[in-house]
């Protein structure tokens, strides 16, 4: 059984930035995944008319992100 944890991230008046350096579109077309040169993975959900709004950013990696590839189960 999957479960699901929803990540909350707090910053100040301004967001970290994001210089993608890496795109990947899942299977079924409506998650984006950015990696960026300052070592973010952000996910973004993208609806049916095309409209893209963020979901998830993880922080952890030291160095850019300059490849991402799709995982099987």
Not at 10 to 38: F, L, N
Request: aromatic fraction near 4%.
């Amino acid at each position: 059984m999957r479960t699901s944890v929803l990540a909350v991230a707090v910053w100040g008046k301004t967001a970290p930035s994001h210089s993608i350096t890496a795109v990947m579109i899942t299977d079924d077309q409506r998650t984006i995944v950015t990696g960026s040169q300052e070592g973010q993975i952000c996910l973004w959900d993208l609806s049916s008319d095309l409209k893209i709004s963020s979901k998830e950013i993880l922080f952890g990696h030291t160095a850019s992100v300059t490849c991402l590839a799709k995982a099987r189960e």
